[in-house]
């Protein structure tokens, strides 16, 4: 069974700092993606990164960049550089190999909260 | 970016009634499509796999005779709400990914906007 676990329920972050949002996985497929989405309070979601697990580097897309650590099995997002419209929730997803059709499974989630 | 389209937005109807959901890709075929629901700052549980031409997949515990799912085309699938109640209340999200991106585990899903559904 694949598994996402998010443990930070909620964060602060000082405007301009930056900040990690924890994600660890479960998982025995051996080859697997790694998702992090943003959902503001509108309900949107909006992708910001992918890592994959064959993948050497870690990724990053703009002011996001994912810590990828594959013995510990964790992909955490570091946001750099705070702003304001980065308060909202935060998700962690799998999709693993045999998945059917390529389902996503979703973490707990983080709500951040970027003070001014 | 592929989009994906839900409609309605937002939806209040009364119990006993019964509510549909739109999901739609706009700009690809979608063979698959998913069913979320979501509680106020909860996870998105997957409520089941909706598949073109054949019989949705439901997750263990999600109820088929109470959501029922169509996937009548290669650009639309439906969520039925059958005989709702104040508990179905929720906020139902749908998603998809593009074929022609490949198969692969790296591919991005794309999300439908999501619908609170508000059951009184």
């Known amino acids: 069974a694949q598994k996402i676990t998010q443990t930070q329920p909620g964060m602060f972050v000082q405007e301009k700092e930056a900040v990690t949002l924890d994600c660890t996985y479960d998982t025995s497929d051996q080859s697997y993606g790694l998702f992090w989405y943003k959902q503001p309070s509108s309900g949107e979601m909006i992708f910001l990164i992918y890592?994959?697990?064959?993948?050497?580097q870690n990724a990053t897309e703009g002011r996001y960049s994912l810590n990828f650590q594959k013995a510990r099995k964790s992909a955490n997002l570091v946001i750099s550089a705070s702003q304001l419209g980065d308060s909202a929730m935060y998700f962690c997803a799998m999709r693993g190999y045999y998945n059917q059709g390529g389902k996503l499974i979703f973490g707990q989630g983080t709500e951040l909260s970027v003070k001014p | 970016g592929a989009v994906v389209s839900q409609h309605p937005s937002r939806v209040i109807c009364k119990s006993g009634t019964s509510v549909k959901i739109e999901c739609r890709s706009l700009d690809f075929q979608a063979t698959t499509m998913f069913w979320y629901r979501q509680f106020p700052k909860k996870s998105l549980m997957l409520m089941a796999t909706?598949?073109?031409?054949?019989?949705?997949?439901?997750e263990q515990g999600v109820e088929k005779d109470k959501f029922l799912i169509n996937h009548a085309s290669l650009t639309l699938s439906t969520l039925t709400v059958t005989s709702a109640h104040p508990e179905d209340s929720s906020f139902y999200i749908c998603?998809?990914?593009?074929?022609?991106?490949?198969?692969?585990?790296?591919?991005?899903?794309?999300f439908g906007q999501g619908t609170r559904l508000t059951v009184v």
């Open positions: 998603s998809a990914r593009n074929p022609g991106t490949g198969e692969g585990v790296n591919t991005e899903a794309f």
């Open positions: 909706s598949n073109e031409g054949s019989k949705a997949t439901y």
């Open positions: 890592q994959g697990s064959y993948d050497e």
